[in-house]
């Protein structure tokens, strides 16, 4: 029997959505063994000069614990 643990990680990229998503669980996987997978929970821009300036997106990355 495994234990899976979820955690909340917000990451932001100034090129895209994917590359947001990549830098997210890039980190995650340097501090966190084992994960499993993850689940986009929300993705959001900020604006500056009426451009879109950054891609933020929040994740549910689930690991299991040893």
């Given at each position: 029997?495994?234990?899976?643990?979820?955690?909340?990680?917000?990451?932001?990229?100034?090129?895209?959505?994917?590359?947001?998503?990549?830098?997210?669980?890039?980190?995650?996987?340097?501090?966190?063994?084992?994960?499993?997978?993850?689940?986009?929970?929300?993705?959001?821009?900020?604006?500056?000069?009426?451009?879109?300036?950054?891609?933020?997106?929040?994740?549910?990355?689930t690991f299991v614990l040893k």
């Open positions: 029997m495994s234990v899976a643990r979820v955690t909340e990680i917000t990451s932001e990229s100034g090129k895209d959505f994917e590359t947001a998503i990549d830098n997210a669980i890039e980190k995650a996987n340097k501090t966190l063994d084992q994960i499993e997978g993850a689940w986009v929970q929300d993705m959001k821009v900020t604006v500056k000069d009426g451009k879109v300036d950054k891609y933020r997106v929040n994740l549910k990355v």
